[in-house]
């Protein structure tokens, strides 16, 4: 044991599996693994286990979008137990790979694929060990001695070599618990199994959105699907002043899931690592979005849809995106749904894609890797034009869940309200919220809602909310940041109190959320130098650097590049 390189994996979900799975593949025999696991189980994580899903809850990625683990999902389904597969009305017979799951199942699924990789471990003579029930606390490196120390529960203490940390999502409560009916967000979702009265106030479209949507419906009323296919929904005679609504900076609801071409966001003419380099470096050290948005987006299109790179080839970022949320914002959002879905269904039946949408998905996951080369004025661009139009048409909402949103709106339970940028919530005393927005017509509004839920998402968290501290104290981790190209729009942002700051040299830098890393996923210290020891995937702490979390998708790509500089 003595010459066995110990790593330790911080976390046991999905980020948690595909690292173990990485190391458990890597070829070497002389790794002594441990994963930190808070629950008693691995592999769903989050989002795939009760902390994230109820039985209502689905995925939003089909079987073939799911990176390969060990088994195929389609042929794990065909040996689970027929009560279960029951349980959430799945017919293995009829089941294929272009079907989306449940996610409590889905999340069984994850579990058994953790389990044939420690499997795998074992007939490989792969030391390792799994603690359940094992909450870190800290960790704490230590240079001197070239080890990092992870801390259980404020007491016990191990050493490794090497650590990854795959703590996946965290959701802070901020009045959760001090409010009455004012939830920070809609997990664990067993909370909104409430039977209301009154209208709610949700934060949000996206798909964390429709988790609190499927819930809260199922629980004020009944879905039916008519004669005609088509589903309608029935308030409960308990809950006849139910309502649900929507309030979104954008006015808009999340696209619908539709048929990939490529069902894994990679496509064989995007920019090489070698050709981002290579730009980088005679960019002056910075990655140009106008590039990546030419290169990786566009030219792709002019090969495989040129009716429609026709009609964008002049454009620029700013005047695509205007284009695209134009159409978006003419339209009622319901009935650009009802649109989308219809569009979606002919996608998925002919098995042709939306080539714009998918490509803008695949720009998204190119660009998060590289995104910490791009200027503070490329990233500002990034945040303001083209990321919310890419949080809307990459969601990916799934069908059955479309048709819920058409029945909830068609039976007057599902409103929708834009209220810009300068709205705000207030949290009630007395229980709720009062949401303070402009309406369309200018007018100031103070709605007040006995029940609130922000549903806007993971939130980008910022470093001071970094779980570990001993690595914030001894400044083994640094607040992320990103330069000005311009001294002059560093000057400009600092004087509209942005969060910027001005070195020694005279350089401006903006700061981001999260934490610096390198293009391997270490983080980096006060004084600019990686740390060999600590790797991190854990995308709230991230983000200010990978600002696209693409799930499963993002776990396979970060653990790649993890092992190979760890193999090195």
Not at 50 to 75: C, K, Q, Y
Not at 316 to 330: H, W
Not at 419 to 440: I, L, N, Q
Request: glycine content about 6%.
């Amino acid at each position: 044991m003595e010459n066995k390189k110990h790593i330790a994996i911080i976390g046991g979900g999905p980020s948690g599996l595909f690292m173990f799975k990485r190391l458990v593949e890597s070829g070497r025999t002389d790794l002594a693994i441990t994963i930190f696991e808070r629950k008693k189980k691995l592999g769903a994580g989050m989002p795939y286990s009760a902390e994230g899903a109820n039985d209502e809850h689905i995925t939003n990625v089909s079987g073939n979008e799911i990176p390969l683990l060990v088994t195929p999902l389609a042929r794990w389904i065909k040996n689970v137990p027929k009560d279960t597969l029951d349980k959430f009305h799945i017919d293995p017979k009829r089941f294929n790979e272009y079907k989306v799951l449940p996610r409590l199942l889905f999340g069984q699924y994850l579990t058994a694929q953790f389990d044939l990789l420690q499997k795998l471990a074992r007939e490989k003579g792969i030391d390792y060990e799994i603690r359940y029930d094992s909450n870190v606390t800290d960790l704490i490196d230590h240079p001197e001695k070239e080890i990092v120390t992870v801390e259980i529960a404020g007491n016990e203490r191990f050493e490794f070599d090497q650590l990854i940390i795959c703590t996946g999502h965290n959701w802070p409560h901020k009045y959760e618990g001090i409010v009455p009916n004012y939830f920070d967000s809609p997990y664990p979702p067993i909370k909104l199994a409430l039977q209301l009265d009154h209208p709610v106030a949700i934060k949000g479209s996206s798909l964390t959105a429709v988790d609190a949507i499927r819930t809260l419906s199922r629980h004020n009323g009944t879905y039916e699907k008519k004669e005609n296919g088509i589903l309608s929904y029935k308030l409960s005679e308990q809950s006849p002043n139910f309502k649900m609504v929507l309030h979104t900076r954008n006015g808009m609801l999340p696209a619908v899931r539709f048929h990939l071409d490529d069902s894994h966001l990679s496509n064989n003419s995007l920019l090489s690592k070698e050709e981002i380099a290579a730009h980088i470096a005679a960019n002056q050290g910075f990655l140009s979005l106008d590039y990546i948005f030419e290169r990786d987006f566009k030219a792709p299109i002019r090969e495989k849809q040129p009716e429609f790179y026709e009609r964008i080839k002049h454009l620029k970022l700013e005047e695509f995106v205007a284009a695209m949320m134009e159409l978006r914002e003419r339209l009622d959002p319901f009935q650009l749904l009802k649109a989308e879905y219809a569009e979606a269904e002919k996608s998925i039946r002919r098995r042709e894609s939306v080539y714009w949408k998918e490509m803008l998905g695949v720009l998204s996951f190119a660009l998060n890797y590289p995104a910490k080369h791009l200027s503070a004025e490329d990233m500002q661009r990034l945040q303001k034009s083209l990321s919310p139009l890419i949080s809307i048409v990459i969601a990916y909402i799934p069908q059955s869940s479309s048709e819920e949103l058409l029945a909830l709106h068609q039976a007057g339970v599902l409103d929708l309200v834009p209220v810009g940028d300068d709205s705000r919530v207030e949290p009630s005393p007395e229980g709720g919220a009062v949401y303070h927005y402009t309406d369309e017509g200018g007018t100031e509004q103070a709605v007040h809602f006995n029940t609130f839920i922000d549903c806007v998402g993971q939130p980008h968290l910022a470093f001071e909310e970094f779980p570990f501290k001993s690595l914030l104290t001894a400044r083994t981790i640094t607040p992320a940041r990103l330069k000005f190209r311009s001294a002059e729009e560093g000057e400009k942002a600092m004087a509209e109190g942005k969060d910027v700051t001005r070195d020694q040299h005279g350089d401006y830098y903006l700061k981001v959320s999260g934490i610096t890393i390198n293009d391997h996923f270490q983080v980096v210290d006060a004084y600019g130098a990686f740390n060999n020891r600590i790797y991190i995937m854990a995308v709230p702490y991230i983000g200010g650097y990978n600002p696209d979390y693409s799930g499963l998708d993002f776990s396979e790509e970060a653990s790649s590049t993890i092992i190979k500089r760890l193999s090195a």
